[in-house]
């Protein structure tokens, strides 16, 4: 079993910056791809950054030049650090990885439970 727990969310001014964590716990041998999503409400699921396992990146036209993703793989954990934070910002931050497992070999995603980051002044 996997699990992945999410902190940093809350409530921020405009402008202001939030740090998110997510840390990966259980039966894993590997994680390819670990990521943030968001969702406001009334709205899909959207991608806000994910990093590979080799460091590749890749943004949402919205967050990129304010939001930094990074890893570290020691851990098993992600990271987003978000700058220049916009009210439109505002949503349900959730962690994603995908997971690569040992007995049996198998590969799966896993979502967190979600945090909620509320851009307001």
């Known amino acids: 079993q996997v699990q992945l727990v999410e902190s940093g969310g809350g409530l921020v001014q405009p402008g202001g910056s939030l740090r998110l964590s997510c840390a990966a716990s259980g039966s894993i041998f590997s994680i390819n791809s670990m990521g943030w999503y968001r969702q406001a409400p009334g709205q899909q699921r959207e991608l806000v950054a994910t990093i590979a396992s080799g460091g590749n990146l890749n943004y949402a036209d919205s967050t990129k030049g304010r939001f930094t993703i990074s890893r570290d793989n020691a851990k098993n954990t992600v990271y987003l650090q978000m700058n220049s934070l916009k009210p439109e910002d505002t949503a349900v931050y959730y962690c994603?990885?995908?997971?690569?497992?040992?007995?049996?070999?198998?590969?799966?995603?896993?979502w967190g439970q979600g945090t909620q980051v509320t851009v307001s002044s």
């Open positions: 994603n990885a995908q997971i690569l497992a040992k007995n049996p070999w198998r590969s799966f995603g896993v």
